[in-house]
C-alpha cells in the first residue's frame, strides 16, 4: 500500500535521531568528565593551566607536541634550526607529520641551508613534500619555533634549553606566526627533484655571501659555525676558501678586501658582534 512519503521518512529518521541524541550525550559526558580532571592531570599548577606552560621535560614536551598534533585541524608551522637532522628526530616526527598531512593539515617548515646536505632530511623532506607539506631554508640562525593553528606555539625556554614554554595566549600567537611569515617569504625552496641541483648551488653561494659578510663584521668562526648551522671545521673550510678568494692573509684584510671590494654592506660596525652572548 502507497504511503506519506513523509511518515516514511519519520520512520527511516527517528533511529538515527535517538542515535544522534545518545551520541551529543556521551560527548557531553566525556567533556564533563575530561574538565574535572584537567586540573589533576597538569597538576593545578596556574601556569600549566593558563595561557603559557611551562615544560621542563622530555616527556613532557614529547606527550604535549603529540596532543597538540592529533588535535590540529588547519595547519603547523615549524622553524628548525641547525644543520643536518637527527635520523632519529625525523623517523619519530614522520609518522605523526603524515598522519596530520593525511587529514588535510597543510605544513610549511623552515630549515638553514645547511640542512639540504643531510642526507636523512632530504629523504624526510622527499616523503613530506610528496604528501602536500612545503619546505624551504634560510641562511642564518632563527629560533626553534612550532605554532598549531595559529593558536598553540611551543618555543624554547631560555633559562633552559632542555625545556619548552608552550604559549596560548592569542596576541603572542599571532606576533609568533608573523615572525614565521617574514622568514618563510624570504626563504629559498627545499627542492627534492630534478632542481635541486641547481638550488643547491644558489643555496651554496649564499651561504658563503654570508660568511663573508659576518667574516667583515669580526665575528668569531664559532659563532658563524653557530648561526649558518655547520661544525666550526666546515666553517673554516669555507673561510679558508674565502680568504684564498679575495687574496687576503689575514681574516682582519680579508674584512677589508671585502669592504673593499663592494662584496658586503654593512648596517653598523663590528659592536654588533655582540649578539654572541644571546
Known sequence: MPVSPR???AKLIGPLARE???????????????AALIARYTGGTPSAVGSVQHLTDLH???????EAAELCHSEVLTAQPGGARSPEVLAEALPRDRRMLERGVKMRTLYQHTTRYSKPAQAYVQQVSALGAKVRTLDEFFNRLIIFDRETAFIPDQADPLSAVVIREPSI?????????RSWHSADDFEVGGESQTASQTVSDEVKQTILKLL???IKDEVIARRLGMSV???RKHIAAIMVRLGATSRFQGGYLAH???LVETHGD?????IEGQ
Do not use: H, K, P, Y
Open 233 to 235: 671545521r666546515t666553517c
Open 20 to 34: 544522534v541524541l545518545q551520541r551529543q550525550e556521551a560527548i557531553a559526558r566525556i567533556n564533563d568528565s575530561s
Open 260 to 262: 673593499r671590494l663592494g
Open 60 to 66: 613532557s614536551i614529547q606527550l604535549a607536541l603529540e
Open 173 to 181: 600567537t599571532a606576533f609568533l606566526c608573523d615572525v614565521f611569515e
Open 7 to 9: 511518515a516514511a521518512a
Open 216 to 218: 667583515a663584521d669580526g
Open 270 to 274: 663590528s659592536a654588533d658582534s655582540g
